[in-house]
């Protein structure tokens, strides 16, 4: 009950790549970045065994960027013509590959640091995939020439990947999709389909993590812009609590999504965000049980799993490593409570 887990990446080591900054690049090449993104890897399962997390993940160390760490794998895509565009409807620029032919995988993509987080934790693993549409609107595409036909093409590559993580032993694949709270419309007509074709026959369970985004300026000063209620999900959870996805993966903490929208999600599992990526103060675990605590008047304990609310990767490593800590003594003092322990 309240097992505790991340959306997905965590900090990258600096002498791995350089810190605090999103698609950061190496600092080394060849075999020894092979090496030290295993070490990291093994680094990141440590770091969130010894705070205390239940369902852990990689950290995506293997990769410079949640989408084009997969996209890098995948022949149709060139990566020598990289446009600048707009992504989540105009929010930033991001420079982008290119999409210039045919799709399909080059080989499995993340086989090789799924099975090395495999092999050294005991624990459920997680194992985090872009979602289809976050791709479609991450790249650039002159072949496909329509966004349903180009996310259909995808969702079949990451089905292919989803099933060979699971046949490795992941426990659990998610889909990330920050794309979902920005096109609502497009969610209903072919997003959710999208992603019922990527987790098609996985015997695994399912999640889809939807959030606001990175704790960068531009998905800050978006947030600040929202008013005095965050109401994206309204739009979209109840198509979600009619799919075949799990487990929806939301942002609650330090944020203004009202939490009663949390009983839209009737019937599936609840990765709750109780912790703040857009800040490097460290949440005290009696903030974090307030979060679950008001979470759990909109769903079931055995269907809430604190977690945090994005990727940690362009965060601080200290302040990371504390701000896992507080989830999983959070966490603690809720179950302790609804036991009917003293704290």
Not at 47 to 57: H, K, N, S
Not at 72 to 89: A, C, H, L, P
Not at 189 to 199: K, P, Q, S, V
Not at 277 to 298: G, H, M
């Amino acid at each position: 009950m309240l097992e505790t887990t991340v959306a997905g990446s965590l900090p990258k080591p600096a002498w791995l790549a350089k810190p605090r900054m999103l698609w950061a690049p190496w600092q080394l090449a060849g075999e020894e970045l092979a090496e030290a993104k295993r070490d990291a890897t093994l680094l990141a399962l440590k770091q969130q065994e010894d705070a205390g997390i239940d369902i852990v993940t990689d950290g995506e160390q293997s990769r410079q960027h949640f989408v084009h760490g997969f996209l890098e794998q995948i022949e149709g895509v060139d990566f020598g013509r990289r446009v600048t565009m707009g992504i989540r409807n105009n929010r930033y620029e991001a420079l982008v590959p290119t999409v210039t032919g045919q799709l399909q995988r080059k080989g499995s993509v993340h086989a090789v640091e799924a099975g090395i987080a495999r092999a050294h934790t005991k624990r459920q693993l997680k194992f985090t995939l872009p979602g289809p549409m976050t791709i479609v609107d991450t790249i650039a595409d002159t072949y496909y020439g329509d966004n349903v036909r180009l996310a259909m093409a995808f969702a079949g590559l990451l089905n292919d990947e989803a099933r060979e993580l699971a046949a490795i032993g992941v426990d659990v694949i998610q889909f990330d999709e920050p794309a979902f709270n920005v096109y609502a419309e497009a969610v209903m007509e072919w997003g959710i389909a999208a992603l019922h074709r990527a987790i098609e026959g996985l015997a695994c369970k399912t999640a889809v993590h939807i959030c606001y985004g990175y704790g960068i300026k531009a998905n800050i000063d978006w947030k600040a812009s929202l008013g005095a209620e965050w109401r994206q999900y309204e739009a979209i959870f109840p198509a979600l609590a009619a799919s075949r996805i799990d487990q929806v993966s939301v942002e609650c903490a330090a944020a203004k999504v009202p939490i009663e929208l949390l009983g839209l999600l009737a019937g599936k599992d609840v990765l709750l965000g109780a912790i703040d990526v857009a800040s490097e103060r460290v949440e005290k675990p009696d903030e974090v049980a307030a979060t679950i605590e008001r979470a759990l008047s909109f769903v079931p304990a055995e269907r809430l799993f604190p977690c945090t609310n994005c990727g940690m990767a362009p965060m601080g490593r200290e302040a990371a490593v504390g701000k896992l800590a507080g989830l999983a003594a959070g966490a603690a003092l809720v179950r302790g409570r609804l036991a009917g322990r003293p704290d």
